[in-house]
């Protein structure tokens, strides 16, 4: 197959009933997910200013609603993956899209009220609606798409869930500022169009209608890993994207401070930072299909992932000593030359990391048995959430022991060669 029957291939997805519906109810999820969020957060960041009383500062509020999104995926996993395995998963769907329309109207009622309690416990509950849309999204893929679409298919879905996360962090943070409520009337907006979307999904085969759904969370976890541990490639794939996922996490979450404290730079070089994450991520995701020609293969993951590493350090050495008063914007940023060779570096870490996870996520898929495919998808979301925070306890400890963002950058790039080093038996 030419690269030209490819790129027909991989594009012609987005004319397929097989495909788009779910990639753009997957897409509006997460972007009302982090609209959601960033909009509560700018809302406490700036409360004293709008006369709303916290229980505790903004920071240690900002601390708790982040992790209000991951403790669902540690807590209910084990019921969400043998919930999508049991059931037909385009209803799933729609049932998904039918509570995040009632948890939005909710939203809209905390935004126009300033309820800030109201929010936070709404956080938690979009955290738990992500949880049982993850095993979803990822089986659903197998069910309507052939062998050779799968990468491309995934890497549509991982580009699509960084510029998600971006769009709605900015969309967020600016809606909440405008009057009349304009954010609750964005959060509806889009809701109803995932839903909308989610009534064109095709139906699926059910694979294994006599999943048994244990409400015991530690039995039902060990059961859900039980799965993934059933063929090394599989618990391999999920460590590996796990893995990743706890770097991109630190990078997107170490940004701010990295701007602020680092570059000496505003919120605007904030927003840069991870508008050229989300990109290279992106870039990276698509181009997966083409170097592997729709091959389902992880030869090239070691080799992103050292990249990872050489192009972090490479940021950190060309990162320059700010000799500037005051806080440059993005523009003023941009007129400093060695600030490209930065941003050229972030560009290729997150390159690389997107060309790191979409074959990792397609041989999940390709490996994993259909009537256990959700349950594997469930077992690999809970450790993601599980690194993540483990990922954000540690980056807070090496903080608070006075190590600078740049040490943190410093530390992931050589944790991760040993990772890389570590597991390269699976990746040949």
Aim: glycine fraction near 6%; aromatic fraction near 12%; proline fraction near 4%.
């Amino acid at each position: 197959m030419n690269s030209i029957q490819l790129k027909n291939l991989k594009y012609g997805l987005f004319l397929k009933r097989r495909f788009l519906p779910v990639f753009l109810a997957t897409f509006l999820g997460g972007f009302n997910d982090n609209m959601l969020r960033s909009g509560l957060t700018v809302m406490m960041a700036y409360s004293a200013s709008k006369n709303i009383q916290l229980p505790a500062s903004p920071e240690v509020m900002v601390t708790i609603a982040s992790a209000l999104l991951m403790i669902p995926l540690i807590l209910f996993s084990s019921i969400a993956g043998p919930l999508a395995d049991k059931y037909e998963k385009s209803k799933l769907v729609v049932y998904t899209k039918i509570a995040e329309l009632g948890i939005m109207a909710s939203a809209f009622y905390g935004f126009s009220t300033h309820n800030v309690f109201l929010l936070m416990f709404l956080l938690f509950i979009s955290g738990t609606h992500t949880c049982f849309y993850g095993p979803i999204k990822f089986s659903i893929l197998p069910d309507h798409l052939d062998h050779k679409e799968l990468l491309a298919a995934n890497g549509f879905m991982a580009g699509a869930s960084y510029l998600a996360i971006l769009f709605g962090l900015i969309s967020g943070g600016l809606l909440e500022e405008y009057p009349n409520n304009t954010i609750g009337y964005a959060l509806i907006g889009v809701s109803l169009v995932g839903f909308i979307a989610s009534l064109f999904i095709p139906k699926t085969t059910t694979f294994h209608p006599e999943t048994h759904i244990d409400f015991n969370l530690w039995r039902g976890t060990k059961e859900i890993y039980s799965h993934a541990n059933r063929d090394p490639r599989i618990i391999y794939a999920v460590m590996a994207l796990s893995w990743f996922l706890l770097i991109a996490s630190v990078f997107m979450s170490q940004f701010a401070n990295y701007a602020q404290a680092v570059i000496h730079a505003n919120n605007e070089v904030y927003i840069l930072f991870l508008a050229i994450f989300s990109v290279g991520i992106v870039t990276g995701s698509l181009l997966c299909d083409l170097l592997l020609k729709g091959e389902i293969s992880v030869k090239l993951t070691p080799f992103a992932g050292l990249g990872i590493s050489l192009f972090t350090y490479l940021m950190v050495v060309t990162t320059p000593v700010p000799v500037h008063s005051g806080l440059l914007d993005a523009t003023e940023f941009l007129n400093v030359p060695s600030h490209w060779l930065v941003l050229g570096c972030m560009l290729m870490v997150a390159l690389c990391g997107g060309i790191y996870i979409v074959p990792l996520y397609a041989s999940l898929q390709a490996n994993t048995l259909a009537q256990f495919r959700s349950r594997v998808m469930a077992a690999s979301n809970m450790n993601d959430a599980i690194f993540m925070t483990v990922a954000a306890l540690v980056s807070t400890i090496l903080l608070w022991l006075h190590f600078g963002i740049l040490d943190l950058f410093l530390i992931i790039a050589t944790l991760n060669i040993g990772v890389i080093c570590y597991a390269r038996k699976y990746f040949t």
